[in-house]
């Protein structure tokens, strides 16, 4: 089945640890984005990357990196300098004919 | 999502028609778009309007595009229980590389 795989459902990260979100596509799409939502917020883009081995700060890249070696992985790690990381954290792939975003189905990332 | 509003919550009976409204600023929008978000999950593309229509019909859902107002809304007829949900507006900006310009979201509730 093609779809978009974020891994895990469920992470538990200590003050001060890096944790690496997972996002995986076999859509075969060019661009890949990392969003956060928090209550009430909307969606923010975190990182966005339109080809292998290419990516742009989204609004707030701050504490956050990510890397695009291959096409069908867009990883995302949270750092410890994210100050406010607890969050639910969505991937999003764009085809090549640029209409619709296709989602994973989110990470929830909390803080203890 | 201070470019893209939309009124924050919604409450409808069941049976009765939803009508969630959206207004943009960006005259130069392509593609609008409404997403669902039903709670604890990814977003689901519902349904998308190119800019030179004023009207999109998909069963149950009626978009409606007054461009002159920039002003875009989501007619559910019927609406059923499992209706309720996170509705998210969203605009393609040409020249925008492919990125989304989100509304903080619609909170739909449908009591029986």
């Known amino acids: 089945d093609g779809g978009i795989t974020q891994s895990p459902k469920y992470l538990f990260r200590k003050e001060g640890q890096n944790v690496t979100l997972s996002c995986e596509q076999n859509?075969?799409?060019?661009?890949m984005y990392w969003y956060r939502q928090d209550p009430g917020q909307g969606l923010r883009l975190i990182y966005y990357?339109?080809?292998?081995?290419?990516?742009q700060k989204g609004d707030i890249a701050e504490g956050y990196s990510v890397s695009r070696e291959k096409k069908e992985s867009f990883p995302l790690t949270v750092t410890s300098a994210q100050k406010n990381p607890t969050a639910f954290y969505l991937c999003?792939?764009?085809?090549?004919?640029?209409?619709?975003?296709?989602f994973g189905q989110g990470t929830r990332l909390t803080v203890v | 999502g201070e470019d893209v509003e939309q009124s924050l919550f919604l409450s409808v009976r069941e049976g009765d028609s939803s009508v969630i409204n959206c207004t943009y600023t960006?005259?130069?929008?392509?593609?609008l778009y409404w997403y669902k978000q039903e709670p604890g999950a990814g977003l689901q593309l519902l349904t998308y309007?190119?800019?030179n229509m004023d009207m999109k019909q998909d069963q149950r859902l009626t978009v409606l595009l007054n461009k002159k107002d920039k002003h875009l809304s989501l007619r559910i007829a019927d609406t059923q229980t499992g209706d309720s949900a996170i509705y998210f507006c969203?605009?393609?900006?040409?020249?925008?590389?492919?990125?989304?310009?989100w509304g903080l979201g619609t909170s739909l509730a449908v009591n029986p």
């Open positions: 999003a792939t764009i085809p090549h004919r640029n209409t619709e975003a296709f």
């Open positions: 859509l075969n799409h060019d661009a």
């Open positions: 990357s339109q080809i292998v081995n290419d990516f």
């Open positions: 960006d005259s130069s929008s392509t593609y």
């Open positions: 309007i190119f800019s």
């Open positions: 969203a605009e393609r900006r040409a020249g925008n590389n492919r990125k989304l310009i």
